[in-house]
């Protein structure tokens, strides 16, 4: 099965709890590894030089998961198919003084990926009705009080749903990944840092606390992508217990939206093409 069976249709309702961190019809590791993930790459390579050619869209990748999900292996082991020089990577930590005293999406919009190049954003405007929603934040933002009433997530679903749609009529691409793991691989990752020495900088004692949350965290992302998964701007939810498998599946999302995008090398203009045969000629000597 394609893609698809992972894409949120528009005005759909989900809950992760039912939906598998597991893909149990896929293909063995090495089949991935040494058969189908060698076919994409060049691919995937391809779209992006014609991309970065163009220069004039930019396709935008929201990564979002739970702690220790693989976002960042996964965005090591995909892009290291194409050409750095037209990828721009921006991670979102805690918002600093600065931010905060900004709308929530205007670093986002800083963070644009430029025409012709592919953007990743590492978390994103998403914690915004994430992390924000699940601990109450918003009394720490510099927010206007009579603003915060019972309808305020619905409102930045909306904000987030409009501000895509303005992304899209202005030449970007909007995807948005899901990287679904369960809580029992999340354990063992957090373990695993633990473990071997040159994991333990990525561990932090915060992952643990926030796993006491994890039933709430399920409960919002749930709604969150269910309110936000649209036509222009659609949520896949990728079951990413088996690391490689969510890396395979994200590859193929890839090149299936930037086939839609259809880059087209520029063509010469007239008078570049007259000068040809000069320029040839004063190479060959």
């Known amino acids: 099965m394609g893609i698809n069976q992972y894409r949120i249709p528009q005005n759909s309702k989900i809950d992760?709890?039912?939906?598998?961190?597991?893909?149990?019809?896929?293909?063995?590791?090495?089949?991935?590894?040494?058969?189908?993930?060698?076919?994409?790459?060049?691919?995937?390579?391809?779209?992006?030089?014609?991309?970065?050619?163009e220069n004039k869209q930019s396709l935008l990748i929201v990564l979002q998961a739970m702690d220790a999900?693989?976002?960042?292996?996964?965005?090591?082991?995909?892009?290291?198919?194409?050409?750095p020089q037209g990828v721009h990577?921006?991670?979102?930590?805690?918002?600093?003084?600065e931010e905060l005293d900004r709308d929530y999406l205007?670093?986002?919009?800083?963070?644009?990926?430029?025409?012709?190049?592919?953007?990743?954003?590492?978390?994103?405007?998403?914690?915004?009705?994430?992390?924000t929603r699940v601990h109450n934040l918003i009394p720490n933002e510099n927010f206007p009080a009579k603003l915060v009433d019972?309808?305020?997530?619905?409102?930045?679903?909306?904000?987030?749903?409009?501000?895509?749609?303005?992304?899209?009529?202005?030449?970007?691409?909007?995807?948005?990944i899901f990287l679904h793991i369960s809580k029992e691989e999340q354990r063992q990752r957090l373990l695993d840092r633990l473990n071997e020495p040159d994991k333990l900088w990525k561990f932090s004692s915060s992952d643990i606390k926030e796993r006491e949350h994890w039933e709430e965290y399920q409960k919002v992302l749930s709604e969150m992508i269910s309110a936000?998964?649209?036509e222009h701007a659609p949520?896949?939810?990728?079951?990413?217990?088996?690391?490689?498998?969510?890396?395979?599946?994200?590859?193929?999302?890839?090149?299936?939206?930037?086939?839609?995008?259809d880059p087209k090398y520029p063509k010469p203009s007239e008078e570049f093409m007259k000068n040809l045969d000069y320029w040839r000629k004063l190479l060959d000597g």
């Open 16 to 53: 992760l709890t039912d939906i598998p961190t597991q893909d149990r019809n896929s293909p063995p590791k090495r089949v991935i590894r040494d058969e189908m993930v060698p076919q994409l790459r060049p691919q995937l390579r391809d779209w992006q030089e014609k991309l970065y050619a």
């Open 89 to 97: 990577v921006a991670s979102f930590k805690q918002p600093s003084l």
């Open 150 to 176: 019972k309808d305020i997530w619905k409102k930045r679903f909306r904000q987030i749903c409009d501000y895509e749609r303005y992304l899209c009529e202005n030449g970007y691409q909007v995807v948005k």
């Open 69 to 83: 999900g693989g976002k960042d292996g996964l965005i090591k082991h995909v892009m290291a198919s194409v050409n």
């Open 235 to 261: 949520w896949y939810v990728l079951p990413a217990d088996k690391k490689w498998w969510g890396r395979f599946r994200t590859m193929q999302i890839l090149i299936h939206h930037l086939e839609m995008m």
């Open 106 to 131: 205007w670093r986002i919009n800083r963070a644009l990926p430029r025409r012709g190049e592919i953007g990743i954003f590492n978390r994103s405007h998403y914690e915004d009705v994430i992390i």
């Open 228 to 230: 936000t998964s649209t």
